[in-house]
């Protein structure tokens, strides 16, 4: 009795032990959303360029938890309905490989209008839109540049000659084959043509100048989060680049170097104070950010979280 007894006991403690096994080996589904997510990079952007991924195990972070993640790639340099243009395509092609009957976009800086102009021209590719620092009123930073350009022919020219080799050398090397137009790309992102577009496309556009905008337009939920620190980490060298451009925006307005919080409104603000610059928001470069403050990836699996809870 007693051997049957030790013997049942320890088949006990076996099939216990193999459960939670079993339970701890389970797939997370934490970042499981039921439309697939779609990554659109904003101005001078890339998927990889020389090694360096624009967004940084953003897309291995989300689908380690069971998310769909997909990168796009549309000209680096251009306006967002030209780029947008672009961008329709690859969504239909995600859609047919997926099997889905929408996407969850999310862009980074020019990234954000240029979502937005796909959710308004094809509302039904689109089941969500998360601007991530974008230029959805303006920049100071367009602004100052394109006032420069219209008062100097030639620091238009070498504006437009530089701005637009750089473009090109970005495509090439990271094969993406779009065409290029810096000047194109600048005026839309100042706070005049901005204003226009936002009478073209206007879904989740705040009607306040720092309020949150319509949390579902046309059948389309929209997001925003920013940072709002030019300077995060001086191991970063690129803190150099936000923390110059950051000169451009007045005083006591905050902004993550090249978009201030209230531009980046959109929908509902999850945040516009994070302590990131403009590249830390997509965890660039290499993933090096403020020590002492959230972790970008940290922000994406939430973000991709209340995604799947939405019903998205």
């Keep these: 009795m007693k051997r049957f007894s030790l013997a049942f006991f320890t088949l006990c403690m076996l099939f216990s032990a193999s459960s939670q096994a079993w339970w701890w080996s389970k797939p997370s589904t934490y970042t499981q959303t039921k439309y697939p997510i779609v990554l659109t990079h904003g101005l001078y952007g890339f998927d990889s360029l020389l090694g360096i991924k624009y967004w940084h195990k953003v897309p291995e972070t989300l689908r380690k938890d069971g998310?769909?993640?997909?990168?796009?790639?549309?000209?680096?340099?251009?306006?967002?309905?030209?780029?947008?243009?672009?961008?329709?395509?690859?969504?239909?092609?995600?859609?047919?490989?997926?099997?889905?009957?929408?996407?969850?976009?999310?862009?980074?800086?020019?990234?954000?209008?240029?979502?937005?102009?796909?959710?308004?021209?094809?509302?039904?590719?689109?089941?969500?839109?998360?601007?991530?620092?974008?230029?959805?009123?303006?920049?100071?930073?367009?602004?100052?540049?394109?006032?420069?350009?219209?008062?100097?022919?030639?620091?238009?020219?070498?504006?437009?000659?530089?701005?637009?080799?750089?473009?090109?050398?970005?495509?090439?090397?990271?094969?993406?084959?779009?065409?290029?137009?810096?000047?194109?790309?600048?005026?839309?992102?100042?706070?005049?043509?901005?204003?226009?577009?936002?009478?073209?496309?206007?879904?989740?556009?705040?009607?306040?100048?720092?309020?949150?905008?319509?949390?579902?337009?046309?059948?389309?939920?929209?997001?925003?989060?920013?940072g709002a620190k030019p300077s995060t980490n001086v191991f970063d060298p690129l803190d150099l680049l936000t923390t110059t451009t950051s000169l451009f925006f007045p005083a006591g307005v905050k902004n993550d170097g090249l978009v201030s919080s209230c531009s980046s409104h959109l929908g509902m603000v999850i945040r516009d104070d994070f302590q990131m610059n403009h590249l830390d928001e997509v965890n660039m470069l290499l993933g090096i950010h403020h020590l002492w403050s959230t972790d970008p990836l940290t922000v994406f699996r939430s973000h991709a979280n209340r995604l799947k809870n939405a019903g998205l």
């Excluded at 796009?72 to 030209?82: D, I, L, Q």
């Excluded at 005026?187 to 579902?216: D, K, R, W």
């Design 67 to 226: 998310a769909e993640v997909y990168l796009t790639t549309v000209s680096n340099s251009n306006s967002p309905e030209v780029r947008g243009e672009q961008l329709i395509p690859q969504i239909e092609r995600i859609l047919a490989i997926s099997g889905a009957e929408k996407v969850n976009l999310i862009g980074h800086s020019h990234g954000g209008p240029t979502t937005r102009y796909v959710a308004s021209v094809r509302p039904d590719l689109v089941a969500s839109v998360t601007s991530i620092a974008g230029v959805n009123k303006g920049t100071p930073v367009a602004d100052t540049v394109s006032a420069w350009s219209d008062g100097s022919n030639a620091f238009a020219g070498l504006i437009e000659t530089l701005g637009n080799a750089l473009a090109v050398v970005i495509d090439v090397i990271s094969g993406g084959g779009h065409d290029q137009d810096i000047m194109a790309s600048l005026a839309s992102m100042t706070t005049e043509q901005s204003i226009a577009f936002n009478v073209q496309h206007p879904g989740g556009i705040p009607l306040s100048a720092c309020g949150e905008g319509a949390y579902v337009d046309n059948g389309i939920r929209y997001y925003s989060w920013s």
